[in-house]
């Protein structure tokens, strides 16, 4: 018999989050599957990135924010446990922003920085994971003759994907992307959303984004937020063609958000 708890990789329950005391999400609850891409989508100040960055406790670096109660499991793993390891919690759910940040350092610097700092130290290894995560950010080949110039000099979309690439270096289980096509052109874009599709294969994938076309072609699940509130999880198909909620149907066909 297939346990369909075996394909959930991500289980959020009744989580309610304050920064400071203010309310910003209320009671979410919802299951995302592995090796899937799951959009979060709803109106500026919904609570996306909040419920995004929940799911690798970026938000402890928060002061005053905190859930205040509920639970997010990993893999079965509370990971707001007293004695989750969040360095590791970290690699295992690696994050990409909006903002492409890429360090003030060489290419290769880049995408071997986490596997340094974890320990590897043979330049062979390092060589190796450097080119496999390049290739699998769809990056190798634009950059394999050039991998000690400085990061900084690849045009956006580039850097987007060495962003990707210094996360997946690290070898993740999920891979959370916040708006991470919000400042490129269609064109790097669409490079990202294809590359997503081809990361599904590997890691669980969660992203936030405005681009409405964006979520119906990528995701295979979208969930619908409004004022802190999940209003609306399924099928992106369904979600996009048949939404229960009419507040998901006025948002998606553009009446508000
Ligand atoms: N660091 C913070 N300190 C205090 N309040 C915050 C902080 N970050 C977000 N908020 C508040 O929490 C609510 C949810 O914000 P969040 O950034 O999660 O929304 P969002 O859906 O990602 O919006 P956007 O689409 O504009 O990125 C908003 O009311 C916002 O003002
Ligand atoms: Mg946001």
Sequence with gaps: MVNPVQDTAIHIDNVCFAYSGKQALHD???????????AFIGPSGCGKSTLLRCINRINDRIAGARITSGTVRIHEIDIYR????????????????????????SIYDNVVFGLKIAGMTKRSELDAAAEAALTGAALWDEVKDRLHSSALGLSGGQQQRLCIARAI????DILLMDEP??????????????????????????????????????SDRTAF??????????????????P?????EAYISGAFG
């Design 28 to 38: 979410v609850s919802l299951e995302i599957p592995s090796h899937k891409i799951t």
């Design 82 to 105: 007293k004695d989750i390891d969040i360095q590791e919690l970290r690699r295992r759910v690696g994050m990409v922003f909006q903002k492409y940040n890429p360090f003030a350092k």
């Design 169 to 172: 270096a690290n070898e993740p």
């Design 181 to 218: 096509c919000a400042a490129l052109d269609p064109l790097a874009t669409l490079k990202i959303e294809e590359l997503m599709l081809e990361l599904k294969k590997k890691f669980t994938i969660v992203i936030v984004t405005h681009n409405m076309a964006q979520a119906s072609r990528c």
């Design 225 to 242: 937020m409004y004022l802190g509130k999940l209003i609306e999880y399924g099928d992106t198909l369904q979600i996009f063609r048949n």
């Design 244 to 248: 229960s909620d009419k507040q998901t």
